[in-house]
C-alpha cells in the first residue's frame, strides 16, 4: 500500500504572485482517512492535485519541495503514470463524464481502456465497481441521465475500477442535495474500510470530523494543524483560519463538557449523545 | 405588505408528466426556504416565480397582479432571481459594470445605477473591487457579484437558488447577513437550500417540497420537528435538533446557542 | 438532463457494417458525382441513403438535421432565386419579385450536395456506436484525441443547449428583454455570448483535467470493452465502394487528358 510524503512543498500558479502552497510537510499513512478543511482559497484543492501531479505538470508555474507516493516523486512523472495509483475525484459530476460513452458500464470503462487492461478484466473490476458504488442497476443508463448523487458515484467507480490506492476527493458533495451528498459518504466509507487511503477536501465539517481518522487544516497555503478530529476541534483559532468546528463539538465546548479523562470536547453525534445522556 | 399568492399551481414541460401538481401557498413577508430532493420541482417552482416558465394551470399573483400577465423583463423591477451558478450571468469587465447591467436595465440612469451599485457591493462586503474584473475573483466572491447585482435592482421580492454551494462558513454567514438585512427591508426573501443547519439559523418558514407538492410547511421549528416526514423526502434533520432527538429532549432547538441556553437555564 | 445519443442499436443491416465501410461510402458518396460530374448520381446516392436510413429504421432521426440545415437551404433557394447575377429566364412571377430559372439551378445545385452531405454522414453516424467509431479510427493510427473530440461532441450539444438556454434566462431576470424586433434580439446576444464562453471554457478545462487523471493521454495500446461483430456484407461493400471510387477518379483523369 501507498504511503505519501510531502516535504517543504510550495507552488505557485502561473501569473500569480501569491503562493498556492506554502511550505507544507506531513507523512499521510496507507489506509488512512483524511479531511482536508479550510477556507475558500485556503490551497485546499491545489494539494490534492499536487498529489496525483496536477500541480505541477498541468498547470506548470513554480515548484519547490518534494511529493512523494511510496518512491515515485509526482513531479518526475506525467499524470497518466501515476492514476493508476492514485484516483481523483472533482466537485462537478457533470463535467466529469467523458461524453463519449452511451452507457455508465461503458463510461467506467473508459480509463481501463487507455491503459489496454484485457476485456475480461475490464468487466470484472467494472461489476465490482458498480457494485461497491452501488449503481449496479444503472448499468444501462446513460451517464447523463442520472441524478447528481448517481453521476457522482458513477466518477468515482470509474476511479475505483482503475484500482487506486490512494482516492483524492476535491468537495465531491458540494453540488448535490443531501441524499445524493449522504449516497456518496457512505460510498467513500466503503473504500476506506477496503483499505483505500482517502483524502477528502469537505465543508460539511460535522460529516467529515465523523469520517476521518486525521484533519488537515489549510489557510494561506500553509498547513495549520494536521492531527485527530479531537485536536483540530479542541483549537481556539478557528475562526482566524475561517472555519467551524462541528455542531456537537461547539455546545459540549459551552458547557464545559470534555470527553472523560481526555482534553478533548466530542466531535461527532455519538460522542456528545453519550456524555450529555449521563449528564 | 408584500405578499405572493399561488393558486392551484400546476405545470409540466411534457403532457402527462406534471412537475408540479396544484400547489396553494401564500408568501409573505417571513423569510421562506424551499428544501427537498433534486427533482422535487424546487427550481421549476421559482423560474415561475420568476415568470421564465408560464403554469400550464393556476395562478400566481403578486400583490394581488397576475404575473403571467407581465413580460420577464418588466417583472424584473419586482422580483429578482439570483441563479446558482455566478459564470451564468457575469459577463462585463468590471465588477462595477456588472452590478449596474440589472439596474440600467429596469431604467435607472447611469447616476443612479452607480449609485445603488456601490450600496449593493458594500453590503456584500466587495468594496473596493469596483475596477476588477469578476472572472480575477475567486468563485465565492464571483457569486457575491452575482449577489449584487440583483440586490441593486432593489426588487420587491429576492429569490435565491442554492447561494450556499461552495461558499465556506464565512461566506455562508455573509449570505447569512445579507437575507437578515433584505428581510429587515421588507422584501420577501425566498431561496432553495440543501443545508439544513443553515436553513435552520436564517428562516423563518421552511416549505418541504415532494413530488411537486408542498409535502411540509410551516415555521422552521415545526417543520424540522417531523423527522419522520423528512426522513420520506430524503431529509435530515439540523444537527442540534438531532441531537436532542436522540437524547429524547420533549422540546427541539435549531441551533447551538439555544440548546447551550437551555442547557445552562436547567442546571 | 436527455442526451442526445443519436446512436440507436436496431440490429439493423446498417448497425453490422464496419465504420471503416461506412465511412468509406461517405467519400464514395462525395468523390463520385464530383468526378463523374453529374448530379443525378448524387440524386442516385441521396435515394440509396435514404433507402438505407429507412431500412435501418432511424431515418425519423435525420429529421432534426434535416429541418436546421432546410431552414438554410430555403433561404439560399430564396435568394439566389431572386438576386443571382446572371438571372434571365423568369420562372416564376410575383408581381414585385420574380424567380429565375439560373439562380433556381444554381441553388438546387448546393442542396442537392448538402442533402448528399447530410445523408450520407446519417448512414454512419446514426448507425454507428460512438466507442466503435473511434476503435476504428485508432486502429487505423488516428490518435484517440480525434476520436474522442468527434464523438464528444454530439453528446456535449444538449449539455450546452441547456447551459445556453440558463445564460439567457439569467439575463432575462436581470430586465433584458429577449423578445421583439431584431434589433432587440441583436442587443440581447452580447450579454449571452460572454458567459457561454466563458461556462464552456472553464466546463472544457474541468473536463480535460478530469480525462487526465483517467489516463486519456496514456501511452499504453488501447483495449476495448467491445467487440465488435462486423457483418460478412462489409468487405465486399467496402472493396466495391473501394474501387468505384478509383475508377471514378481515373476515369476523370482520362477524360482530363484525352
Same mark, same amino acid.
Given at each position: 500500500?501507498?504511503?505519501?510524503?510531502?516535504?517543504?512543498?510550495?507552488?505557485?500558479?502561473?501569473?500569480?504572485?501569491?503562493?498556492?502552497?506554502?511550505?507544507?510537510?506531513?507523512?499521510?499513512?496507507?489506509?488512512?482517512?483524511?479531511?482536508?478543511?479550510?477556507?475558500?482559497?485556503?490551497?485546499?484543492?491545489?494539494?490534492?492535485?499536487?498529489?496525483?501531479?496536477?500541480?505541477?505538470?498541468?498547470?506548470?508555474?513554480?515548484?519547490?519541495?518534494?511529493?512523494?507516493?511510496?518512491?515515485?516523486?509526482?513531479?518526475?512523472?506525467?499524470?497518466?503514470?501515476?492514476?493508476?495509483?492514485?484516483?481523483?475525484?472533482?466537485?462537478?459530476?457533470?463535467?466529469?463524464?467523458?461524453?463519449?460513452?452511451?452507457?455508465?458500464?461503458?463510461?467506467?470503462?473508459?480509463?481501463?481502456?487507455?491503459?489496454?487492461?484485457?476485456?475480461?478484466?475490464?468487466?470484472?473490476?467494472?461489476?465490482?465497481?458498480?457494485?461497491?458504488?452501488?449503481?449496479?442497476?444503472?448499468?444501462?443508463?446513460?451517464?447523463?441521465?442520472?441524478?447528481?448523487?448517481?453521476?457522482?458515484?458513477?466518477?468515482?467507480?470509474?476511479?475505483?475500477?482503475?484500482?487506486?490506492?490512494?482516492?483524492?476527493?476535491?468537495?465531491?458533495?458540494?453540488?448535490?442535495?443531501?441524499?445524493?451528498?449522504?449516497?456518496?459518504?457512505?460510498?467513500?466509507?466503503?473504500?476506506?474500510?477496503?483499505?483505500?487511503?482517502?483524502?477528502?477536501?469537505?465543508?460539511?465539517?460535522?460529516?467529515?470530523?465523523?469520517?476521518?481518522?486525521?484533519?488537515?487544516?489549510?489557510?494561506?497555503?500553509?498547513?495549520?494543524?494536521?492531527?485527530?478530529?479531537?485536536?483540530?476541534?479542541?483549537?481556539?483559532?478557528?475562526?482566524?483560519?475561517?472555519?467551524?468546528?462541528?455542531?456537537?463539538?461547539?455546545?459540549?465546548?459551552?458547557?464545559?463538557?470534555?470527553?472523560?479523562?481526555?482534553?478533548?470536547?466530542?466531535?461527532?453525534?455519538?460522542?456528545?449523545?453519550?456524555?450529555?445522556?449521563?449528564? | 405588505?408584500?405578499?405572493?399568492?399561488? *393558486?392551484? /399551481?400546476?405545470?409540466?414541460?411534457?403532457? #402527462?408528466? $406534471?412537475?408540479?401538481?396544484?400547489?396553494? @401557498?401564500?408568501?409573505? !413577508? &417571513?423569510?421562506?426556504?424551499?428544501?427537498?430532493?433534486?427533482?422535487?420541482?424546487?427550481?421549476?417552482?421559482?423560474?415561475?416565480?420568476?415568470?421564465?416558465?408560464?403554469?400550464?394551470?393556476?395562478?400566481?399573483?403578486?400583490?394581488?397582479?397576475?404575473?403571467?400577465?407581465?413580460?420577464?423583463?418588466?417583472?424584473?423591477?419586482?422580483?429578482?432571481?439570483?441563479?446558482?451558478?455566478?459564470?451564468?450571468?457575469?459577463?462585463?469587465?468590471?465588477?462595477?459594470?456588472?452590478?449596474?447591467?440589472?439596474?440600467?436595465?429596469?431604467?435607472?440612469?447611469?447616476?443612479?445605477?452607480?449609485?445603488?451599485?456601490? *450600496?449593493? /457591493?458594500?453590503?456584500?462586503?466587495?468594496? #473596493?473591487? $469596483?475596477?476588477?474584473?469578476?472572472?480575477? @475573483?475567486?468563485?465565492? !466572491? &464571483?457569486?457575491?457579484?452575482?449577489?449584487?447585482?440583483?440586490?441593486?435592482?432593489?426588487?420587491?421580492?429576492?429569490?435565491?437558488?442554492?447561494?450556499?454551494?461552495?461558499?465556506?462558513?464565512?461566506?455562508?454567514?455573509?449570505?447569512?447577513?445579507?437575507?437578515?438585512?433584505?428581510?429587515?427591508?421588507?422584501?420577501?426573501?425566498?431561496?432553495?437550500?440543501?443545508?439544513?443547519?443553515?436553513?435552520?439559523?436564517?428562516?423563518?418558514?421552511?416549505?418541504?417540497?415532494?413530488?411537486?407538492?408542498?409535502?411540509?410547511?410551516?415555521?422552521?421549528?415545526?417543520?424540522?420537528?417531523?423527522?419522520?416526514?423528512?426522513?420520506?423526502?430524503?431529509?435530515?434533520?439540523?444537527?442540534?435538533?438531532?441531537?436532542?432527538?436522540?437524547?429524547?429532549?420533549?422540546?427541539?432547538?435549531?441551533?447551538?446557542?439555544?440548546?447551550?441556553?437551555?442547557?445552562?437555564?436547567?442546571? | 438532463?436527455?442526451?442526445?445519443?443519436?446512436?440507436?442499436?436496431?440490429?439493423?443491416?446498417?448497425?453490422?457494417?464496419?465504420?471503416?465501410?461506412?465511412?468509406?461510402?461517405?467519400?464514395?458518396?462525395?468523390?463520385?458525382?464530383?468526378?463523374?460530374?453529374?448530379?443525378?448520381?448524387?440524386?442516385?446516392?441521396?435515394?440509396?441513403?435514404?433507402?438505407?436510413?429507412?431500412?435501418?429504421?432511424?431515418?425519423?432521426?435525420?429529421?432534426?438535421?434535416?429541418?436546421?440545415?432546410?431552414?438554410?437551404?430555403?433561404?439560399?433557394?430564396?435568394?439566389?432565386?431572386?438576386?443571382?447575377?446572371?438571372?434571365?429566364?423568369?420562372?416564376?412571377?410575383?408581381?414585385?419579385?420574380?424567380?429565375?430559372?439560373?439562380?433556381?439551378?444554381?441553388?438546387?445545385?448546393?442542396?442537392?450536395?448538402?442533402?448528399?452531405?447530410?445523408?450520407?454522414?446519417?448512414?454512419?453516424?446514426?448507425?454507428?456506436?460512438?466507442?466503435?467509431?473511434?476503435?476504428?479510427?485508432?486502429?487505423?493510427?488516428?490518435?484517440?484525441?480525434?476520436?474522442?473530440?468527434?464523438?464528444?461532441?454530439?453528446?456535449?450539444?444538449?449539455?450546452?443547449?441547456?447551459?445556453?438556454?440558463?445564460?439567457?434566462?439569467?439575463?432575462?431576470?436581470?430586465?433584458?428583454?429577449?423578445?421583439?424586433?431584431?434589433?432587440?434580439?441583436?442587443?440581447?446576444?452580447?450579454?449571452?455570448?460572454?458567459?457561454?464562453?466563458?461556462?464552456?471554457?472553464?466546463?472544457?478545462?474541468?473536463?480535460?483535467?478530469?480525462?487526465?487523471?483517467?489516463?486519456?493521454?496514456?501511452?499504453?495500446?488501447?483495449?476495448?470493452?467491445?467487440?465488435?461483430?462486423?457483418?460478412?456484407?462489409?468487405?465486399?461493400?467496402?472493396?466495391?465502394?473501394?474501387?468505384?471510387?478509383?475508377?471514378?477518379?481515373?476515369?476523370?483523369?482520362?477524360?482530363?487528358?484525352?
Amino acid at each position: 500500500m501507498a504511503e505519501i510524503k510531502i516535504e517543504n512543498l510550495k507552488y505557485r500558479y502561473p501569473d500569480t504572485k501569491e503562493l498556492a502552497l506554502d511550505g507544507i510537510t506531513c507523512d499521510i499513512k496507507p489506509g488512512e482517512f483524511i479531511g482536508v478543511i479550510g477556507r475558500n482559497g485556503s490551497g485546499k484543492s491545489t494539494f490534492c492535485q499536487s498529489l496525483i501531479g496536477l500541480v505541477p505538470n498541468f498547470y506548470r508555474g513554480a515548484y519547490g519541495g518534494k511529493v512523494f507516493i511510496d518512491d515515485i516523486e509526482v513531479r518526475n512523472v506525467e499524470v497518466d503514470e501515476l492514476c493508476q495509483k492514485v484516483g481523483m475525484v472533482f466537485q462537478n459530476p457533470f463535467n466529469q463524464v467523458t461524453g463519449s460513452k452511451l452507457t455508465v458500464y461503458e463510461e467506467i470503462a473508459f480509463g481501463l481502456e487507455n491503459f489496454g487492461i484485457p476485456r475480461n478484466e475490464m468487466k470484472k473490476r467494472i461489476d465490482d465497481a458498480l457494485e461497491l458504488l452501488d449503481i449496479a442497476k444503472y448499468r444501462d443508463r446513460a451517464p447523463f441521465d442520472l441524478s447528481g448523487g448517481q453521476m457522482q458515484r458513477m466518477a468515482i467507480a470509474s476511479i475505483i475500477a482503475m484500482n487506486p490506492e490512494i482516492i483524492v476527493l476535491d468537495e465531491p458533495t458540494s453540488q448535490l442535495d443531501p441524499q445524493g451528498s449522504e449516497e456518496v459518504f457512505k460510498a467513500v466509507a466503503k473504500l476506506s474500510e477496503k483499505g483505500i487511503t482517502v483524502i477528502m477536501v469537505e465543508h460539511k465539517i460535522e460529516k467529515i470530523a465523523a469520517y476521518s481518522d486525521r484533519i488537515m487544516l489549510l489557510d494561506g497555503g500553509k498547513l495549520v494543524a494536521f492531527d485527530t478530529p479531537q485536536e483540530i476541534f479542541a483549537r481556539e483559532d478557528l475562526a482566524e483560519h475561517g472555519v467551524v468546528a462541528p455542531v456537537y463539538t461547539r455546545i459540549c465546548k459551552d458547557l464545559g463538557l470534555r470527553v472523560p479523562g481526555t482534553d478533548y470536547y466530542p466531535v461527532t453525534l455519538d460522542e456528545a449523545h453519550k456524555l450529555l445522556a449521563c449528564k | 405588505m408584500n405578499t405572493i399568492e399561488i *393558486k392551484n /399551481l400546476h405545470f409540466s414541460y411534457n403532457a #402527462g408528466e $406534471e412537475i408540479l401538481k396544484g400547489l396553494n @401557498l401564500t408568501i409573505d !413577508e &417571513r423569510s421562506t426556504a424551499i428544501i427537498g430532493q433534486n427533482g422535487a420541482g424546487k427550481t421549476t417552482f421559482v423560474k415561475l416565480l420568476k415568470g421564465l416558465l408560464r403554469p400550464t394551470e393556476g395562478q400566481i399573483l403578486f400583490n394581488g397582479q397576475d404575473i403571467s400577465k407581465q413580460t420577464v423583463a418588466t417583472l424584473a423591477k419586482d422580483i429578482g432571481l439570483i441563479f446558482q451558478n455566478p459564470n451564468d450571468q457575469i459577463f462585463k469587465n468590471t465588477v462595477l459594470d456588472e452590478v449596474m447591467f440589472g439596474p440600467m436595465q429596469i431604467g435607472m440612469s447611469k447616476d443612479k445605477a452607480k449609485e445603488v451599485a456601490l *450600496k449593493a /457591493l458594500d453590503m456584500v462586503g466587495l468594496k #473596493g473591487t $469596483e475596477k476588477i474584473n469578476p472572472y480575477d @475573483l475567486g468563485l465565492s !466572491e &464571483r457569486k457575491m457579484v452575482s449577489i449584487a447585482a440583483i440586490v441593486a435592482m432593489d426588487t420587491k421580492v429576492v429569490i435565491f437558488d442554492e447561494p450556499t454551494i461552495a461558499q465556506d462558513y464565512m461566506g455562508k454567514k455573509r449570505i447569512q447577513a445579507i437575507m437578515k438585512e433584505l428581510q429587515r427591508q421588507h422584501k420577501i426573501v425566498i431561496s432553495i437550500l440543501h443545508d439544513m443547519d443553515f436553513v435552520a439559523e436564517t428562516f423563518d418558514r421552511a416549505i418541504v417540497f415532494a413530488k411537486g407538492d408542498a409535502l411540509l410547511d410551516g415555521d422552521v421549528k415545526s417543520v424540522f420537528k417531523e423527522k419522520d416526514i423528512l426522513e420520506k423526502a430524503y431529509l435530515e434533520q439540523p444537527y442540534t435538533m438531532q441531537l436532542c432527538y436522540e437524547l429524547g429532549y420533549k422540546e427541539a432547538f435549531l441551533n447551538p446557542e439555544d440548546f447551550v441556553a437551555y442547557k445552562k437555564a436547567n442546571q | 438532463m436527455k442526451s442526445l445519443s443519436l446512436y440507436e442499436d436496431k440490429q439493423s443491416f446498417l448497425n453490422g457494417l464496419t465504420p471503416g465501410c461506412k465511412a468509406f461510402y461517405i467519400i464514395a458518396a462525395l468523390v463520385i458525382p464530383a468526378m463523374l460530374g453529374n448530379k443525378l448520381i448524387s440524386i442516385g446516392f441521396i435515394v440509396l441513403s435514404i433507402l438505407l436510413l429507412t431500412q435501418s429504421k432511424v431515418i425519423r432521426r435525420t429529421l432534426p438535421i434535416l429541418a436546421v440545415s432546410g431552414f438554410v437551404l430555403i433561404t439560399v433557394i430564396i435568394i439566389q432565386g431572386l438576386f443571382r447575377a446572371g438571372n434571365e429566364t423568369v420562372v416564376l412571377d410575383l408581381g414585385p419579385v420574380a424567380f429565375y430559372k439560373e439562380g433556381l439551378i444554381f441553388a438546387a445545385d448546393i442542396a442537392i450536395n448538402v442533402l448528399n452531405i447530410i445523408f450520407a454522414f446519417c448512414v454512419l453516424v446514426l448507425t454507428t456506436k460512438p466507442s466503435d467509431i473511434i476503435e476504428s479510427m485508432v486502429s487505423r493510427g488516428f490518435s484517440p484525441r480525434i476520436g474522442y473530440v468527434f464523438v464528444s461532441l454530439f453528446q456535449l450539444i444538449p449539455q450546452m443547449t441547456e447551459r445556453m438556454s440558463t445564460i439567457t434566462d439569467a439575463q432575462r431576470s436581470r430586465g433584458m428583454e429577449t423578445e421583439g424586433s431584431l434589433l432587440i434580439r441583436m442587443k440581447a446576444f452580447i450579454p449571452l455570448i460572454s458567459p457561454v464562453i466563458m461556462s464552456s471554457f472553464i466546463d472544457t478545462k474541468e473536463r480535460a483535467i478530469a480525462l487526465e487523471v483517467r489516463g486519456f493521454n496514456s501511452k499504453e495500446k488501447k483495449s476495448f470493452l467491445n467487440v465488435f461483430h462486423a457483418n460478412a456484407a462489409s468487405r465486399p461493400i467496402y472493396w466495391i465502394l473501394l474501387i468505384a471510387t478509383v475508377a471514378s477518379v481515373v476515369w476523370k483523369l482520362v477524360m482530363m487528358f484525352a
